[in-house]
């Protein structure tokens, strides 16, 4: 395993853990705010007073609101009720939503939800994660040599300038939903992030980022997929590890002459030159 891919799942695993963690708080935080709040659930769901002054009566409605208790297992120990919740909950079993005359499982009312919620999701770790690779990136750097650093740079920039592509451009301009020359700069730092095998096979057909899960998502929920701390690792490094600005170097690649451009807001030549991505943008 390379030292750059085992330090990337290090930091895979890494945030997994911490997102573990907080997801355990909340939940936690969440079933105690539940279920210290002022009134009993009963009562919400048996209105009826069971002090009327008629004995039959109160017992009729202390007996409803014990079967409620005993349904919703607010009779059982506190770690007892989280658990239930808890394992129901990674199992799909939500419990009802009460308040009818029917219950209906709450499962029911936030499936439909659930898929864009998911996207937000998976589009909100993407953005993190470039940013992760990039702090990771800089702290590594900033513990090794300057001219380690600036070697990076000089990485960097040959990257940088092979993406300087105008069908590459054009693709940034359909998942974005517009490109300006920073933006384009900003989108190819996401796409660095991204690691060997995306970045190679963008720049070969910019097309083929159709199958990549996070622009599909971004495509879909109107995001913007951007890093410009990406592109400047070097700098914050090596600014981090000397204190002084990183030199310019003549060996940072110069960008080359962009091929022609054409009009990224015709439709009609859009969907010709980036048939997959294009059918995303306009038919979605």
């Given at each position: 395993m390379s030292p750059n891919?085992?330090?990337t799942l290090?930091?895979v695993?890494?945030?997994?853990a911490?997102l573990i963690v907080?997801?355990f708080c909340?939940?936690?935080?969440t079933?105690?705010?539940?279920?210290f709040l002022p009134g009993?659930?009963?009562?919400?769901?048996?209105?009826a007073?069971?002090?009327?002054g008629d004995?039959r009566?109160d017992?009729i409605?202390r007996e409803?609101?014990e079967?409620?208790?005993?349904?919703m297992g607010?009779?059982?120990?506190?770690p007892?009720?989280y658990?239930?919740?808890?394992?129901?909950?990674?199992?799909?079993d939500?419990?009802?939503?009460?308040g009818?005359?029917?219950?209906?499982?709450?499962?029911?009312?936030?499936a439909?939800?659930l898929p864009?919620?998911?996207?937000?999701i998976l589009?909100?770790?993407?953005?993190a994660?470039?940013?992760?690779v990039?702090?990771a990136?800089t702290?590594a750097?900033?513990?090794?040599r300057?001219e380690?650093?600036?070697?990076?740079?000089e990485?960097?920039?040959?990257?940088?300038?092979?993406s300087?592509r105008?069908d590459?451009?054009a693709a940034?301009?359909?998942i974005?939903?517009?490109?300006?020359?920073?933006g384009?700069?900003?989108?190819r730092?996401?796409?660095i992030?991204?690691?060997?095998d995306?970045?190679?096979?963008?720049?070969?057909?910019?097309d083929?980022?159709?199958?990549?899960?996070a622009?599909?998502a971004a495509?879909?929920d109107?995001?913007?997929?951007?890093?410009?701390t990406?592109?400047g690792?070097?700098w914050d490094?090596?600014e981090?590890a000397?204190?002084e600005e990183?030199?310019?170097?003549s060996?940072?690649a110069a960008l080359?002459?962009?091929?022609?451009?054409w009009?990224?807001?015709?439709?009609d030549?859009?969907?010709?030159?980036?048939p997959?991505?294009?059918?995303?943008a306009y038919?979605a």
């Amino acid at each position: 395993m390379s030292p750059n891919l085992a330090r990337t799942l290090k930091l895979v695993a890494r945030k997994l853990a911490q997102l573990i963690v907080v997801l355990f708080c909340v939940t936690l935080f969440t079933f105690l705010l539940v279920r210290f709040l002022p009134g009993d659930p009963e009562d919400l769901l048996v209105p009826a007073s069971d002090n009327t002054g008629d004995p039959r009566t109160d017992q009729i409605v202390r007996e409803q609101k014990e079967r409620v208790r005993a349904d919703m297992g607010l009779d059982d120990p506190l770690p007892v009720q989280y658990w239930n919740w808890l394992s129901g909950f990674l199992t799909g079993d939500m419990g009802y939503e009460y308040g009818k005359q029917d219950k209906s499982p709450v499962s029911e009312r936030l499936a439909p939800a659930l898929p864009p919620t998911l996207q937000l999701i998976l589009y909100s770790q993407v953005i993190a994660l470039a940013d992760s690779v990039a702090a990771a990136l800089t702290r590594a750097l900033s513990e090794t040599r300057p001219e380690t650093i600036e070697e990076f740079d000089e990485a960097i920039g040959r990257l940088v300038a092979e993406s300087y592509r105008t069908d590459l451009w054009a693709a940034a301009y359909l998942i974005n939903g517009g490109a300006s020359d920073d933006g384009f700069d900003y989108f190819r730092g996401w796409l660095i992030a991204q690691g060997r095998d995306v970045y190679e096979a963008a720049v070969a057909d910019p097309d083929s980022l159709a199958d990549v899960p996070a622009v599909r998502a971004a495509i879909a929920d109107g995001e913007e997929l951007e890093c410009e701390t990406m592109l400047g690792v070097a700098w914050d490094a090596y600014e981090a590890a000397t204190g002084e600005e990183l030199p310019e170097t003549s060996g940072r690649a110069a960008l080359p002459q962009l091929e022609p451009m054409w009009d990224f807001d015709d439709e009609d030549e859009m969907r010709v030159r980036l048939p997959r991505l294009a059918a995303l943008a306009y038919d979605a």
